[in-house]
């Protein structure tokens, strides 16, 4: 089974040395007492909670998977009932909630460590919590005065879970088409009617009530996404003293059966004629929802650097334990009957991608977290909306690019064990298919490039990707003369310099052929992305190149992923941006039927 | 009644420890540190015990470096009421601990003293026996089981032939055991409580007490690495080695 040692240590580097979040935090009026003491017992604790609590339940949860039982009803596997009612008790739920809701008003930062763990652990689980975070964030913000009273504090306490109901079964990406219907029963509540499909935590025996966010139309609603509204449709109508009270017509009608991530149940969701109320305004429900569409798209890249994480903790230790063959430069453990394999040139470089995407996503979710609490809790007008520009340009990429690392780095993960790692006791198979869907889901990742290059970067002509460049470029001008910095500095600049032609590039041949955007996204959103590690690894190294005399091996560790990302991670660089700039052509001449 | 527990900041056990070079000792250079998981066991127990109504305040001491003051609020997460520090750089023994320990139950009266029965770092297993030595208190050591009822604590020990229950009259000494209890989980709203909790922090250069170390340390060395086995052609061959070459039997 796997194995998982909470990277206390590397999160903290992060947070305390390259952010200096506790510092910064002291400038927030609601975050003055999150110090760095304070922060590193959550981290503890919360680290503890999930290596003892959750990670037992993974490969449970993935050979057992949840069952549909005859009154539709859904059983969780064995052992994830119980470790949520934990979860609950000893306040996690709560951590980045509104004291107003009884939450413990910590930062955002914390809970995506928090999340860090869970999902190295088990993210089948963590799911059930995570999405119920994401209804809180969305009631909190457009909920009426009546559903925050109803719902908020069961949600910030876990009582009661959250889903987020979307897709239809002709309906995924396009939400325009969505058929749902809402109609106003004269009380200002609306009976919902139609089905929802893939829906996370759909159904379950771990709460004792789950609100659902549902999409649907009103009668009178126009087509197209300008027609679709948001409900909150709880599973038992709530009483008025905030108990339980009789059931909705809203029932699980199947689970799907799933590449991975069993232990989440993932359902066909039934409306019969549910009773729902409105959330926001009518026929502005897509406003309202992506607020938790944006959170849980934070969420999916902390799935992805969960796994990302726990592949490269196992792998590297079955590397230094398994013995096979001999070092091309000859034996390095003569008295064995083999090296360990973590001698061969192949298999470093299969951990160091491994390591290397973890160290990256890692910094850069924390960093896009903290511009989060900045953007929420900053005293400064100009700094809330800097961060808030900031964390909307580069939501897509932690989506889409941490997502697709995290399956290269779980294969990876999986093929330094060998054929073992094929063999599920290992746990090394298990990661990569729950991996795999990280992908999918939230918008797939072509959605989320689309996203990039047509909403975010060129929709504004470019003017927030400017001001992140701009980060970058002070970040160079002031380290430029920094002993050491050069060679993490000249590629920084380098990608920096051609993200800016690229863009320039697409843009206009855009104004011509709009298929060109189609076609350049994917590769565009991985060139930004490894400009964002480029910049993240040469702030790691500047702060690693500044103790790397201290004694402690942790920083030279530092600089050789960083130098290994840079050397041998970063060039895909070229042969994206010669996929990006090749045009829509090749794609598009040969006719359909031809296929 | 008060209860007084002492816990230690040690090498977290995940930790693989490395020997010093210079073969002075374990390098403690940036290694995890973590409370020693005995005195965590006590920890929880004295909370049982105040839960439990037995029990009316649970102090908790630490006795090292200011750094120990983590682990004292690690132990007020998870639900004592207030924390000493006695703080020193020094090296500490177990003969220099059981005198601050006895220094401290003389100022605070608790009625019962508990803590691991021995540190995962050294293995001692000495100061909870030498705190009672010098308190004149009576001890449990190894404790399984503890009941306290009528000024008396029933405990159950360990023993190598299996189990012995005996009876202590209050103030007593008691040292954990593994099985006592398992540990709780620290909750979020008590992790913060505790940064609020009182921290007491006293040097131990005022307190009048001789910590000078009594043992010295010759040497510390790596257990030697284990050398291939070899096969043998029967039974007989095989008692044969074991009686005459490595005879254990």
């Known amino acids: 089974m796997a194995t998982y040692t909470p990277p206390l240590r590397e999160m903290q580097f992060v947070i305390h040395e390259v952010l200096n979040a506790g510092d910064a935090f002291k400038k927030m009026p609601s975050y003055a007492e999150v110090d760095v003491d304070t922060i590193n017992q959550i981290m503890e604790e919360a680290g503890k909670f999930a290596a003892g609590v959750v990670l037992p339940l993974n490969r449970i949860g993935d050979t057992e998977g949840c069952t549909r039982n005859e009154d539709s009803s859904v059983t969780t596997p064995k052992g994830f009932k119980e470790a949520y009612q934990l979860y609950c008790e000893s306040g996690w739920a709560a951590l980045a909630c509104d004291p107003e809701y009884d939450g413990q008003g910590l930062p955002q930062l914390l809970n995506t460590v928090l999340y860090e763990m869970l999902n190295s652990t088990n993210q089948a689980w963590a799911m059930y919590p995570g999405l119920s975070h994401g209804a809180y964030e969305c009631l909190h913000e457009h909920g009426t005065p009546e559903q925050k009273k109803t719902y908020l504090k069961k949600l910030v306490s876990g009582e009661w879970t959250g889903t987020m109901c979307l897709t239809e079964p002709h309906c995924g ?10 109609e106003p029963k004269g009380d200002g509540t609306y009976s919902i009617t139609g089905t929802k499909i893939f829906i996370s935590s759909g159904d379950h025996d771990m709460a004792e009530n789950i609100v659902h966010l549902v999409l649907a139309r009103l009668p009178d609603a126009p087509q197209g996404t300008k027609g679709i509204s948001l409900f909150a449709v709880p599973k038992f109508k709530p009483n008025a003293d905030g108990s339980v009270g009789e059931g909705n017509a809203v029932s699980c009608g199947a689970l799907e059966h799933k590449m991975g991530i069993h232990g989440n149940s993932t359902c066909v969701m039934n409306f019969d004629g549910s009773i729902g109320t409105l959330v926001g305004e009518p026929n502005r429900g897509l406003n309202a929802m992506f607020v938790m569409m944006n959170a849980a798209r934070l969420g999916v890249g902390m799935q992805s650097l969960g796994l990302t994480e726990v592949a490269y903790q196992n792998s590297a230790a079955y590397a230094k334990e398994r013995l096979q063959m001999r070092s091309l430069k000859g034996p390095k453990e003569p008295t064995k009957a083999a090296d360990p394999i973590i001698v061969h040139p192949d298999v470093r470089r299969m951990l160091l991608t491994q390591r290397a995407y973890a160290e990256g996503a890692r910094a850069f979710t924390y960093w896009v977290a903290f511009m989060i609490d900045t953007e929420l809790n900053h005293p400064d007008a100009k700094e809330r909306e800097a961060a808030g520009e900031l964390v909307t340009l580069l939501t897509p990429i932690i989506k889409a690019f941490i997502t697709d690392n995290a399956f290269t780095a779980t294969n990876e993960g999986m093929q330094v064990f060998g054929g073992h790692g094929y063999i599920a006791e290992w746990g090394m198979e298990q990661f990569v298919r729950d991996a795999r869907i990280n992908m999918l889901y939230e918008g ?54 051609k993200v800016s032609k690229l863009t320039k590039e697409v843009g206009m041949k855009a104004l011509l052929n709009k298929e060109v955007v189609g076609a350049a996204a ?58 990006a700039r090749s045009g829509v052509d090749s794609l598009m001449e040969m006719d359909a039927s031809l296929f | 009644m008060k209860i007084l527990v002492a816990v230690k900041r040690v090498v977290d056990f995940n930790v693989k420890v490395r020997v010093k070079a210079d073969q002075s000792g374990v390098d403690l250079a940036n290694v995890k540190m973590s409370m020693n998981p005995f005195d965590e ?18 102090v908790v001491i630490s006795a090292g470096p200011t750094q120990c003051q983590e682990t004292l609020r690690t132990a007020l ?29 003389e100022k605070e009266q608790p009625q019962l003293l508990i803590m691991g029965k021995q540190a995962i770092d050294d293995d001692s297993n000495q100061t909870g026996q030498m705190a009672a030595a010098l308190l004149g208190w009576p001890q449990a050591t190894f404790a ?16 190598d032939g299996g189990l012995e229950t005996i009876a202590l009259t209050l103030p007593a000494v008691v040292t954990t055991d593994l099985r006592l209890n398992e540990p709780r989980y620290a909750t979020l709203p008590n992790i913060m409580k505790a940064k609020k909790k009182p921290l007491d922090v006293q040097p131990v250069a005022g307190m009048g007490i001789d910590v000078a170390p009594r ?32 005879k254990v039997i």
Do not use: W
């Open chain 2, 144 to 159: 399984s089981k503890v009941v306290i009822a009528n000024g008396e604590a029933s405990v159950t020990r360990e023993v």
């Open chain 1, 444 to 497: 797939t990742n072509t959605i989320q490039s689309l996203d990039l290059l047509g909403r975010k970067v060129l929709g504004d002509k470019g003017a927030k990707l400017r001001k992140f460049g701009k980060i970058v470029e002070d970040f160079i001008a002031k380290e430029k003369r920094t002993k050491g910095m050069s060679e993490f500095l000249e590629p920084l600049a380098d990608i920096a310099e």
């Open chain 2, 41 to 58: 066991i006590a920890i929880e127990e004295a909370v049982r015990l105040k839960e439990a109504g037995i029990a009316t305040e649970v």
């Open chain 1, 522 to 579: 994917v590769p565009y959103l991985r060139v930004v992305g490894h400009l964002v590690y480029s910049y993240m690894f040469a702030r790691m190294a500047k702060v690693a190149l500044e103790k790397q005399n201290s004694g402690d091996p942790f920083y030279s560790a530092k600089l050789s992923t960083a130098r290994f990302y840079f050397a041998k991670l970063f060039h895909e660089t070229a042969y994206q941006i010669r996929a």
């Open chain 1, 173 to 182: 990406t396009d939400l325009g088409m969505l058929k749902s219907k809402a």
């Open chain 2, 77 to 105: 997460a998870i639900g004592a009421d207030r924390a000493i520090l006695a703080e020193t750089d020094a090296e500490l023994q177990p003969l220099a601990v059981a005198k601050i320990l006895k220094a401290v139950c």
């Open chain 2, 215 to 246: 043992l010295k340390t010759l040497k510390v060395a790596e257990p030697p690495k284990r050398s291939g086995g070899i096969k043998v052609a029967d039974v007989a061959a095989l008692v044969a080695k074991l009686k005459n070459e490595a």
